[in-house]
């Protein structure tokens, strides 16, 4: 295939990242549904929330017998995250009124990341609006076929269970990698989530861990 | 019922902090402290959900060696820098082939 025109490889790797976030929308659909949500919840959430970290936070939540106050609180702290990438959007895309709040809608970790790989502010803005469409139809299309799928079949038995963690762990993967303190928070978020597992409801460990955010609060001061 | 008003309020909780992105005066995040503090949040609050959608079951330390095999064939395939697809589908396949054995 001819690599003259940049934009159709932005297009396509746009495309590419929908597919691969199509097969973790097929586990939170699946997911949710064994959380006990109904489909019709399920795809709400997609629809609108459509930030999939979040998403697998609250039913997560939900699925361990949690309160909704702490589902509604882990799943806001966590998608707080696409206001900041809002943030570095907004002098990029440039968009006012209505094509303000389409762009904010889809600012999620993928359209953002994609958007920021760019060299230049025309190809950002293609590479934003087209991870946008194909992230937006995967991710639907494949949380109804798993909360279908979800309704009919255990979804553990297919080990989508094991899904969950290992996709929060690739969400970390480039911030473990990026910087000492990065890991040092990451671990100290999971400690102290561990630690609490057995002695607090669901959905407190994972609130809890917005402490370990002291260690870079502490470090600030500090001459380096 | 509960879990609809779940549903509507984190729906449109997340819609309105995106939104909140796009009007808020981008000098707030040249402030170094409230830039650091938001960008290091979901790193906590990741390492917290691993560990916990690993190894708890509500408010109980569950261990499911088939869930933690998957977990481990994932956390090897993001070590090695697996795109995103593969990390999914090798976790599922583990964990659904060691509870079939």
């Known amino acids: 295939m001819p690599r003259d025109n940049p934009e159709a490889g932005v297009r396509r790797d ?22 006990g949500l109904s489909a019709w919840q399920t795809c709400v959430l997609s629809l609108v929330a459509f930030t999939g970290g979040t998403q697998f936070a609250v039913v997560g939540v939900v699925a361990g017998g949690g309160a909704a106050g702490a589902a509604l609180a882990s799943g806001l702290l966590l ?33 953002t990341a994609m958007a920021q790989a760019q060299q230049t502010p025309a190809l950002a803005r293609v590479a934003y609006w087209w991870t946008f469409g194909g992230v937006y139809v995967f991710w ?14 255990d979804p553990t ?14 969400l970390l993967g480039p911030r473990l990698r990026s910087s000492k303190l990065d ?17 607090t409801p669901a959905g407190v460990p994972v609130l809890a861990a917005s402490a370990a955010l002291l260690l870079a609060v502490r470090t600030r001061g500090r001459p380096s | 019922m509960t879990l609809w008003i779940l ?28 830039r650091r503090l938001v960008e290091l949040l979901p790193v906590a609050l990741l390492g917290a959900l691993v560990v916990v959608e ?8 569950h261990v499911d060696p088939a869930r933690l095999a998957g977990f481990a064939v994932g956390s090897v395939a993001v070590w090695r820098r697996a795109p995103f697809l593969i990390v999914v589908v090798a976790a599922a396949l583990t964990a659904g082939l060691v509870r079939l054995a």
């Not at chain 1, 590419?16 to 064994?34: H, I, K, N, R």
């Not at chain 1, 080990?159 to 996709?167: F, T």
Request: aromatic residues 6%; contains cysteine.
């Open chain 1, 140 to 153: 639907n299309l494949a949380t109804l076929l798993g909360a279908l799928a979800g309704s009919i079949v």
């Open chain 1, 157 to 170: 038995r297919y080990g989508l269970d094991a899904v969950v963690p290992s996709a929060f762990l690739a």
């Open chain 1, 79 to 111: 998608g707080s995250r696409n206001m900041l990438y809002g943030m570095r959007m907004a002098p990029l895309l440039r968009v006012r009124g209505l094509r303000r709040l389409l762009a904010a809608w889809g600012t999620i970790d993928e359209t």
């Open chain 1, 14 to 35: 746009a495309v590419g990242v929908g597919l691969a976030v199509g097969a973790y929308g097929f586990a939170f659909g699946a997911a949710s549904v064994s959380a």
């Open chain 2, 54 to 61: 690993a190894i708890a079951d509500g408010s109980q330390l």
């Open chain 2, 7 to 34: 549903v509507l309020l984190t729906s449109a909780g997340c819609f309105a902090l995106k939104v909140l992105g796009y009007l808020v005066p981008a000098r707030i995040l040249q402030r170094p402290q409230v």
């Open chain 1, 183 to 199: 890991r040092r928070i990451a671990i100290a978020g999971a400690v102290i989530a561990g630690l609490l597992i057995p002695i």
